[in-house]
């Protein structure tokens, strides 16, 4: 593997990608307080599209799973035209981008909501700590309501509409958001899974609802290999704990791993233990690596045999060519995190190609 780079050609879903590099999921809170991505959101992911793959913003598969101020969601005929116009001027431009469900489970405020229902989780657990409102500015997370045994599958079936809403809107695939404390993670993580039936307990059984999801996702696409996923063992984001990660994700990374997904996209938040190292033997498929890289970290990663892709999240805020600024060594824009969660044009679609 020595001669692969982060510009050598790769293959993800049956599709050949120009280079190995993908563009991380990033909420940037462009959207409309009714879920609706604005104009200038199709532009900013259209700049991106050297990207071997994008993958979108997290985006709420239902109204209940929307938690932050100013995100999207995939529901109504509004959300889907929307989105329609961002595929559209992405492939415009040769690139390929998935979208990112991410349902927040217990992780939001009423205020942000354009829903009155209640946040949900496994078991009702409060998270700790704040998030901004527009209206309130910062506010404790609500309190959530925890799900019933019985109103599962309709959880699972609203990531079943959305997967089919995404692809009626051009999207080339689907991911599912497993990894930083939201509502998947929720169900993998000791803290906010206590429940004693077949969804909680035993690692095998905190896996189940992440499992079912995936499985059912893979069955409204058509196929698995339209389908990722990403997780970010041990991160403790958004107050989440487990017990025991490596027990936790090598159950999960085995379980799906002969399902033939289009990948498997591992943040890594702290060097130990390497989760890369970890969880990469036991997935069968593309296996993309996520968190800090730089040119130099990706290639070697790549060229290591360590990955197949590596994913680059705020370098593309403020290098919307970064594929192109690799291959010319150019210097890099240092990001703005000033201008990450909201806003308007500055600081989203002001950044210049090479
Ligand atoms: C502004 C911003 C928004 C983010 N939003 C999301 C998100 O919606 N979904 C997600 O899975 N990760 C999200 N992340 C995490 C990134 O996908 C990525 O895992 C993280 O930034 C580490 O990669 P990096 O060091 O290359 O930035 C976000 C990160 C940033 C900086």
Redesign the pocket.
């Known amino acids: 593997m020595a001669d692969v780079n982060l510009l050598s050609p790769g293959r993800i879903d049956g599709f050949d990608t120009k280079n190995r590099i993908v563009m ?5 809170c462009r959207s409309d307080a009714q879920g609706v991505p604005t104009d200038i959101v199709a532009e900013y992911y259209a700049q991106r599209a050297s990207a071997g793959l994008i993958i979108s ?2 985006i709420a598969p239902c109204a209940v799973g929307l938690g932050y101020a100013r995100t999207p969601a995939i529901e109504s005929a509004a959300q889907v035209d929307a989105w329609k116009k961002v595929t559209a001027a992405v492939h415009a431009k040769g690139g390929r981008i998935f979208a ?1 469900f ?1 349902h927040v489970g217990r992780i939001g405020h009423s205020a942000n909501r354009y829903t009155k229902e209640p946040l949900i989780s496994p078991s009702g657990v409060r998270a700790a700590g704040q998030m901004w409102t527009d209206s309130l500015q910062m506010q404790d997370f609500d309190a959530p309501r925890a799900i019933e045994l019985k109103e599962i599958p309709s959880i699972i079936e609203d990531y079943v509409k959305a997967t089919k809403n995404a692809f009626a809107a051009g999207f080339d695939g689907v991911e599912l ?1 497993s ?2 404390g939201y509502l998947p993670m929720q169900f993998l993580s000791t803290n906010t899974n206590q429940r004693t039936d077949q969804y909680g307990g035993s690692a095998a059984n905190r896996i189940r609802f992440v499992v079912e999801t995936l499985e059912a996702m893979t069955k409204a696409a058509g196929s698995a290999n339209k389908v990722g996923i ?1 997780i970010s063992p041990a991160m403790p984001f958004n107050d989440i704990l487990d017990d025991n990660p490596v027990e936790t994700y090598t159950t999960l990374v085995k379980a799906i791993g002969n399902m033939g997904l289009a990948y498997l996209h591992v ?1 890594q938040s702290a060097p130990d233990p390497n989760y890369f190292a970890m969880l990469r033997p036991l997935f069968k498929g593309p296996f993309a690596a ?4 730089t040119k130099e970290s990706g290639d070697k990663m790549l060229a290591s045999g360590g990955a197949d892709f590596i ?5 593309f ?1 403020s290098n919307p060519d970064l594929p192109v600024r690799f291959q010319k060594g150019a210097a890099l824009v240092d990001p703005d995190p000033n201008t ?2 909201g806003g308007a044009e500055q600081g989203y679609i002001t950044y210049k190609s090479l």
């Open positions: 991380a999921p990033m909420t940037r913003e997290g990112q991410m958001h990894a930083s990403k943040l996520g968190g800090g890289f994913v680059y999240g705020k370098l805020t990450f969660y």
